[in-house]
Nanobody, 114 residues
Framework: QVQFVESGGGLVQPGGSLRLSCVAS????????MAWYRQAPGNQRELVAD???????DYVDSAKGRFTISRDNAKNTVYLQMNSLEPDDTAVYYC????????WGQGTQVTVSS
């Protein structure tokens, strides 16, 4: 079983930036196709961005040009750099594998508000 610990969220004004981190347990991280997801109040959890084991990235339309996903396999960590944040980005952000899920972590709250 792989465990995830997300961090880096907070309260930020519209137009601001945050960098989220997610540390995964275990020794197989470098082989995982990883992703960031988010869940806003009253909504289902949705995909935000993903990164393959080789470093190929993909983003949902709302994240393109604003968010950057990256990984550091030596640290078992996946990152999400979020720029030009908007109130609609307010959600709890989670990481997990892209297609086959392990148990979800506690997530990290991102609130975009003036």
């Amino acid at each position: 079983q792989v465990q995830f610990v997300e961090s880096g969220g907070g309260l930020v004004q519209p137009g601001g930036s945050l960098r989220l981190s997610c540390v995964a347990s275990g020794s197989m991280f470098s082989s995982y196709h990883m992703a960031w997801y988010r869940q806003a109040p009253g909504n289902q959890r949705e995909l935000v961005a993903d990164i393959t084991s080789r470093g190929t990235t993909d983003y949902v339309d709302s994240a393109k040009g604003r968010f950057t996903i990256s990984r550091d396999n030596a640290k078992n960590t996946v990152y999400l750099q979020m720029n030009s944040l908007e109130p609609d980005d307010t959600a709890v952000y989670y990481c997990n594998l892209r297609f086959v899920f392990y148990s979800w972590g506690q997530g990290t709250q991102v609130t975009v508000s003036s």
